[in-house]
């Protein structure tokens, strides 16, 4: 499995996008890239994937680039509730384990 | 639809003793991950069962283990605990781990070991 790279922490205001950025230079041709994000205490949470197109749904966009060995969560208005460990990861296409890094602590503030 | 559930919360245990941990997947998945989270280590991959069968397993010690039943509840066991031991133990289920299902966690069971 790639291993992935996020900076160890972000802040974004409320209402404005945050933009986490991800590095998997290498990355392989069959594996997908993942976001989950824990709140304290809880369990992570699946916010997206994809493969090599962008990707949208009620949570977030990803963006990855075009050779595929960087990508990028968007949350498009941050809000309190958004303040989490933000996990980007690289999984195989036959699914199994999720190997996860160290993650990016997101605080959002008022 | 109830979400993963594992119990319990929180488990006091001494060192030497053994312990196990429940989890119920969402109805329907039939398989169960397990995964150890420490503030030093982070979010580690313990072991995968899909249908009664381990499929996966991390880089852990036989003490350890895991069971999957046939109405796909799991149960994992550690035996002589260790202080190290003290950690969130997440459970994670999915429909079918060979395909690329997102993973639903519980909230898991906070273990400290005295």
């Known amino acids: 499995d790639a291993k992935t790279t996020q900076p160890p922490s972000m802040d974004c205001a409320e209402g404005r996008a945050a933009n986490l950025p991800c590095n998997h230079s290498?990355?392989?041709?069959?594996?997908?890239v993942y976001w989950y994000r824990q709140i304290h205490s809880q369990g992570p949470q699946y916010i997206i994937h994809?493969?090599?197109n962008n990707e949208t749904n009620e949570m977030a966009s990803l963006i990855i680039t075009e050779d595929r060995k960087s990508s990028t969560l968007i949350l498009p208005h941050a809000t309190l509730r958004d303040t989490a460990v933000y996990y980007c990861?690289?999984?195989?296409?036959?699914?199994?384990?999720?190997?996860f890094g160290q993650g990016t602590e997101l605080s959002v503030k008022p | 639809k109830a979400g993963v559930t594992q119990t319990p919360r929180y488990l006091i245990k001494t060192r030497g003793q053994q312990v196990t941990l429940s989890c119920s997947p969402i109805?329907?998945?039939?398989?169960v991950s397990w995964y150890q989270q420490t503030p030093g280590q982070g979010l580690q991959f313990l072991f995968e069962?899909?249908?009664?069968?381990?499929?996966n397993k991390g880089n852990f010690p036989g003490r350890f283990s895991g069971r999957q039943f046939s109405n796909s509840r799991s149960e994992m066991n550690v035996s002589t605990l260790e202080l190290g031991d003290s950690a969130l133990y997440l459970c994670?289920?999915?429909?079918?781990?060979?395909?690329?299902?997102?993973?639903?966690f519980g909230s898991g069971t906070q273990l400290s070991v005295l």
């Open positions: 069962y899909f249908s009664e069968t381990q499929r």
């Open positions: 994670a289920s999915s429909i079918d781990p060979t395909t690329n299902e997102k993973l639903f």
């Open positions: 990861i690289v999984r195989a296409n036959q699914g199994g384990k999720l190997i």
């Open positions: 109805s329907g998945h039939r398989s």
């Open positions: 290498t990355i392989s041709g069959n594996e997908y």
């Open positions: 994809g493969l090599k």
